[in-house]
């Protein structure tokens, strides 16, 4: 019985260390959502500043035409290279989405085996006999 009690507290130490990986995960992933988020979120606005500022007519010469188109495909490089870390953002996001599925599982399978222990000590508790005192001899006056 005591070794059964002695894996039943392992098995819990175990489920403790499973659910301390599976709330870092899940930070995790939390802040590679906010990575992505605020990626994506530049990606678009700078996307937009591009579009705005190619769609102006308001040059006064070829100068400044020639520098507005300067400026506007800078702003598409920004543009591409904000959207392509975005894409990996999203990469690591989904990954790091696994490891918290695949941390739940973890957590999931020992909280089972302790208790599937838990219940074995129970089942152990109930089929021990219950010791009562002996009769005792004679009568009960004596």
Not at 20 to 33: K, L, N, Q, S
Not at 35 to 56: I, K, N, P, V
């Amino acid at each position: 019985m005591k070794a059964e009690r002695a894996r039943l507290a392992r098995l819990q130490r175990l489920e403790r260390m499973r659910d301390i990986a599976r709330r870092t995960a899940i930070v995790e992933a939390g802040r590679a959502e906010g990575t992505l988020a605020q990626l994506q979120g530049l990606a678009e606005r700078t996307s937009r500043m591009s579009a705005e500022y190619a769609t102006r007519s308001d040059a006064g010469d070829a100068a400044s035409l020639q520098q507005m188109a300067r400026f506007v495909a800078g702003l598409d490089r920004i543009v591409a290279g904000t959207s392509a870390d975005a894409a990996r953002a999203r990469q690591v996001a989904d990954a790091r989405a696994l490891d918290v599925a695949a941390a739940e599982r973890r957590r999931a399978a020992v909280a089972e085996r302790v208790g599937d222990q838990t219940r074995k000590i129970a089942r152990k508790g109930e089929n021990q006999p219950i010791l009562a005192s002996r009769k005792g001899f004679g009568t009960g006056l004596e």
